[in-house]
């Protein structure tokens, strides 16, 4: 019989710890919330579309043909097939704790040369690689100096009886096949 109390008492205690557990989820606070808030989980960096520079705009010219343009910006990813005199480029990334970028570029032809371009200002390739770049600058770079006796620690004319002793055990190896054996044997 004391068997079957004990073995009652430990139902009896995980009923109450489930009806404890079961409470609190109701019991959130704006502050538990900000603090659940504050564990995200990683959100993977998306970049989508055709990156085009300030350089690559301003090479730009009406009257060129499309051939040119397509060379100088790439394929555009949004073609119209019911406006096919107009190419839109496209960019965007987005990145956690960051707003999201979008930059457009589109270009309208005549027949088959530009005849504009309107969009938003594009940054020059290194503003867009310092936006992007998510490593942390570690301060002030050091300046590399050496003096004239440092330097000539390193210079290769002191180093020639390491170099005869590496040919010479270059040149104690056996020499390599002139012909390998196929990887997969022939039927």
């Not at 301003?58 to 100088?72: A, D, F, H, N």
């Not at 100096?145 to 620690?153: F, G, H, I, V, W």
Request: with cysteine.
């Amino acid at each position: 019989m004391p068997e079957f109390s004990q073995s009652r008492l430990w139902l009896l205690v995980g009923a109450v710890a489930a009806t404890l557990s079961l409470g609190a989820c109701s019991s959130f606070t704006e502050r538990s919330r900000s603090a659940l808030s504050a564990i995200t989980p990683y959100k993977v960096e998306v970049v989508q579309g055709n990156f085009v520079s300030k350089e690559q705009v301003e090479l730009l010219k009406p009257g060129m043909p499309r051939q040119q343009v397509r060379e100088i910006l790439g394929t555009s990813l949004l073609t119209d097939v019911f406006h096919s005199n107009r190419w839109d480029y496209v960019f965007t990334i987005r990145r956690q704790g960051v707003e999201p970028q979008q930059r457009r570029l589109t270009l309208f032809f005549n027949g088959e040369l530009l005849d504009r371009f309107e969009g938003d200002p594009m940054p020059s390739e290194q503003e867009f690689v310092a936006a992007v770049d998510a490593r942390g600058r570690a301060g002030k770079v050091p300046v590399l100096e050496a003096t004239e006796d440092q330097l000539k620690k390193f210079e290769p004319g002191k180093d020639k009886g390491k170099e005869a002793e590496t040919e010479s055990s270059s040149a104690s190896l056996p020499p390599l096949p002139p012909s390998y054996p196929p990887l997969e044997a022939t039927r």
